[in-house]
């Protein structure tokens, strides 16, 4: 194989270990489907049996490190995985969490014990870690954040308050994003904290939310939680260069949450519209319902290669470069999800809204993307002044 074409097949078609990886992780999603995320959601019961088998397969842990049991790929491993799933209706929220984001971050900058400590349980499915950054008073605003460690002995003392949390209450842990005080400038700094979710003066409480989804969403309380100085993941000097290690992998993966989602909503449409006729072809024949699935499917392809090249760029050690392209392709992810959903519910007309289709139920669950993790405005706020170089606004 000549050169060129060997970077052709890398950069614009999937490898055969890929390929095999989306065909497992679809046939797995096939056993579960959306009735049993939902059902689950209704029930406000984790998807234990999907993460458990998910686990047991090597999907959880196939970007973690070898030596640590995960499978030793990278990033854009990971996001097929979600992508399938959320493709068969069945995404898993904590994939974003615990192995994309506190994964990364530990397993780059934790220590050899920390890493034996978490990365093996996270890649077989046996331990869960939440991730702790949004705070009630600072919003997007991560400069804000108040919840602060200090020093007691060798110990640290945290305290603060947490919001828009998932998964809490299925964690064995959460990853607390905290600021501690520069001995030289009396500056405060973020810094990563393992917090135990039994831990004294750890508190959740789970906010009720509009969304039948298995992943709670909490409320933290942190009141001089005492934690020991292995707690603290790496150096309590680099916590931003720390912070972003995690947090572009969670854009990423949150692009493969949506495409995912629209992938299964544009599914639904066009099998309905070739089936279903009302005169003498059928639905799908008609441009008033063919061209906007087909918008759909270029935008949607559009996104999957932003969300591809965001995660090669990661996986390639690019932070800089992944952080811009993990934006974009978050942005153009949710906003794809958006009108997917939308049009499939109108391509099926009233049998949208019914619970024999499930596509209802996703237009909340889609819309969340829009938010989170990064609302669509700072994404807008990040190209203006990163990409274009223009002023900024705030």
């Known amino acids: 194989m000549t ?35 939902l059902s689950c959601g209704k029930e406000h ?17 196939v970007n973690l490190p070898t030596e640590y049991g995960g499978g030793g790929a990278g990033m854009q491993e990971l996001a097929i995985v979600l992508e399938e799933l959320g493709t068969a ?14 994964g990364s971050i530990i397993a780059r900058f934790g220590t050899e014990e920390q890493k034996q400590r978490w990365l093996p349980g996270f890649a077989d499915g046996s331990v869960r870690m939440a991730f702790g950054i949004t705070e009630p008073d600072a919003g997007s605003n991560s400069h804000r954040l108040t919840t602060t460690a200090r020093r007691d002995g060798s110990d640290w003392l945290l ?8 998964g809490v209450d299925a964690s064995d842990a959460t990853l607390i994003v905290g600021r501690t005080e520069d ?22 409480r789970p906010i009720d939310m ?16 005492r934690l020991p100085a292995d707690a603290l993941i790496g150096d309590e000097d680099a916590g931003l260069l720390q912070l972003f ?9 949150a692009s493969a949450y949506s495409t995912g989602m629209a992938r299964f909503a544009l599914d639904r449409a066009v099998d309905y519209a070739k089936e279903r006729t009302v005169w003498k072809t059928p639905i799908g024949a008609h441009q008033g319902l063919a061209h906007p699935l087909a918008q759909i499917r270029i935008e949607l392809e559009l996104a999957r290669l932003m969300m591809q090249k965001a995660a090669f760029l990661y996986d390639a050690g690019d932070d800089l470069g992944a952080g811009e392209a993990a934006n974009m392709a978050k942005y153009a992810a949710a906003e794809a999800a958006v009108r997917a959903v939308d049009q499939a519910v109108q391509t099926l007309g009233g049998n949208g809204l019914t619970s024999e289709y499930g596509l209802a139920t996703l237009v909340a669950g889609v819309r969340v993307g829009r938010i989170a993790p990064v609302s669509r405005e700072m994404i807008l706020n990040y190209v203006a002044q990163h990409t274009l170089g223009l002023p900024k606004s705030y």
């Open 183 to 204: 001995a030289r400038t009396g500056k405060l700094k973020p810094a990563l904290f393992v917090v135990p979710r039994d831990a004294p003066g750890f508190e959740y």
């Open 159 to 166: 305290s603060g308050r947490k919001v828009f949390i998932s």
């Open 45 to 61: 019961r984790i998807p234990e049996e999907l993460w458990r088998e998910a686990g047991k397969l090597g999907f959880l842990g």
């Open 245 to 253: 290690a995690g947090l572009n992998p969670e854009r990423i993966m």
């Open 210 to 225: 509009e969304l039948h989804m298995p992943e709670r969403q909490f409320q933290l309380f942190l009141d001089d939680v």
């Open 89 to 102: 209706g069945c995404p898993l929220l904590m994939l974003v969490v615990t192995p994309a984001i506190c």
């Open 3 to 37: 050169a060129s074409a060997s970077t052709y097949e890398s950069t614009f078609v999937e490898s055969e270990e890929r390929r095999d990886l989306r065909a497992a992780v679809r046939a797995l999603g096939a056993r579960y489907g959306l009735d049993y995320l």
